[in-house]
């Protein structure tokens, strides 16, 4: 074994090792244990969901294709049971982060896996191609789990990397990261009074442009996106004039409804322009403090300008800084954007997907897929290839950073291709432990035709 940390004790073994319990690793053990394995799962804080619960990124968007077939059964039932409790709207857009946290850890339960909180990943004992462990970090020390099969759901490729697998990092000219944001959640809104306030905008500005709020109040969307046509653009270029806002808080701000939470909306924002990167530990604690003082002076401009706030509080900050790319890490396959453009198509697909080219920064640049494909299919592929880390046998890597180029990452970071790029990895390492064989080694359609049968749905073939 290649590093001294194989000396440490081991402390668990299971069959599949999930790393980080966010919205692709709760799929992955979700997936892996209904396949009978025994499933652990290490995360760092005390919940599962990653960026859509601790991070409170809401809503889940489109996949760009009609119908929105979400390439992943356990979707569809995530999506039932928060609509059971109420906190989800009926296409499953918007949903209360709350609520996804408990659902995530009832499915987990009711599947058998294992859940160990409050522990980190600081290193990896490889041995030739194999991953024999990874060391964790907590209250009782440093010790090592063990396992066949290690599925690496950091987000940022923490595991990959430290195992010694190649990735990229940021734009190809520049190596800058997309911009970071701390998102939060404000309560105690009059959402009547609020609607009025926009219904009269619209009037004096003659644009009527992402300021809606349901007759009844329990529906909202907002936004304002600097140099663009916005029915909020004057409020918020008067409080930048006074000193109210600075320049970076007009430059990207939305808002959605939280369902289940009358009077309380969901801000994306603020969004933060350097010191972006995921991957650093300071520029992570820089995102929150920088982050909370911004989010302070919002709530400051919204009662000041904005009807209905005048008993408005902080619900909620994120405990997780919401990262939009880091690492990308090396592959099998590394989808491209060219292989978007293309609508290409391939025989190991597991998720499909039109979403847009989501490029954040000081200007935003949505390049949507709406060129139409050869084929009559508007859409491209995900290969399971770009699951499998180059280099290794039995490591795995879903979420936001499989193998894709910046631009591709751009489109697949989004909730839809994240779990279902959970849900395939997690088949796949069970799978391959039945057969005694490394995942790239299964049949092409092997994933993809067992998540059919578990009921994923995708787009007619």
């Not at 790393?19 to 799929?27: D, E, I, L, M, R």
């Not at 290969?383 to 795995?396: A, E, Q, S």
């Not at 064989?437 to 359609?445: G, H, K, T, V, W």
Request: proline share 5%; with cysteine.
């Amino acid at each position: 074994m290649q590093n001294r940390y194989a000396q440490l004790p081991v402390a668990d073994h299971a069959d599949v090792v999930v790393c980080g319990g966010g919205t692709a690793g709760a799929f992955a053990a979700i997936a892996a244990a209904r396949e009978g394995r025994d499933v652990l799962i290490i995360e760092q804080l005390g919940m599962l969901g990653g960026s859509a619960t601790a991070g409170l990124v809401t809503p889940v968007m489109y996949s760009g294709i009609e119908g929105d077939p979400p390439s992943s059964s356990i979707s569809d039932q995530v999506h039932d049971r928060l609509i059971a409790r109420g906190a989800s709207t009926k296409d499953s857009r918007m949903f209360d982060p709350l609520a996804l946290k408990i659902v995530l850890e009832e499915l987990c339960c009711e599947a058998g896996v294992r859940i160990l909180y409050h522990t980190f990943i600081p290193q990896v004992v490889v041995q030739g191609t194999q991953v024999d462990s990874v060391v964790i970090a907590n209250k009782s020390g440093l010790a090592r789990v063990r396992g066949s099969m290690f599925i690496d759901c950091t987000g940022d490729g923490d595991v990959c990397v430290h195992a010694g697998a190649g990735y990229t990092q940021g734009a190809p000219d520049t190596g800058i990261n997309q911009p970071m944001s701390l998102r939060y959640i404000v309560g105690g809104i009059d959402m009547i009074a609020l609607r009025q306030q926009f219904e009269e905008l619209k009037q004096q500005t003659g644009v009527d442009n992402s300021a809606r709020v349901s007759e009844d109040g329990r529906q909202m969307y907002a936004a304002c996106v600097k140099n663009k046509p916005f029915t909020l653009t004057p409020l918020f270029e008067q409080a930048v004039q006074n000193g109210d806002l600075l320049e970076e808080d007009h430059l990207y701000w939305q808002a959605f409804h939280v369902p289940g939470r009358p009077g309380s909306m969901a801000v994306n924002s603020p969004e933060l322009f350097v010191h972006i990167n995921g991957a650093s530990p300071h520029d992570l604690t820089l995102a929150q403090l920088e982050g909370k003082q911004r989010i302070l002076r919002q709530l400051e401009f919204y009662k000041k300008y904005l009807r209905g706030f005048e008993n408005a509080y902080l619900e909620d900050i994120a405990v997780l800084v919401g990262v939009r790319e880091s690492r990308e890490i090396a592959t099998d396959y590394v989808l491209t954007a060219e292989d978007l453009f293309a609508k290409r198509k391939h025989e190991d697909m597991f998720c499909q997907s039109n979403y847009p080219i989501d490029v954040h920064g000081k200007v935003l640049s949505n390049t949507f897929l709406t060129q139409p494909a050869q084929d009559g299919k508007p859409w491209y592929d995900i290969p399971m290839r770009c699951l499998y880390v180059k280099g290794f046998d039995n490591l795995l890597v879903a979420g936001r950073c499989i193998g894709a180029d910046f631009f591709a990452q751009a489109s697949i970071r989004v909730q839809h291709s994240v779990r279902s790029s959970g849900e395939a990895a997690g088949i796949a390492a069970a799978l391959a432990l039945q057969g005694d064989i490394s995942p790239r080694q299964l049949p092409p359609d092997a994933v993809r035709a067992r998540m059919i049968e578990h009921g994923a749905r995708y787009a007619e073939e």
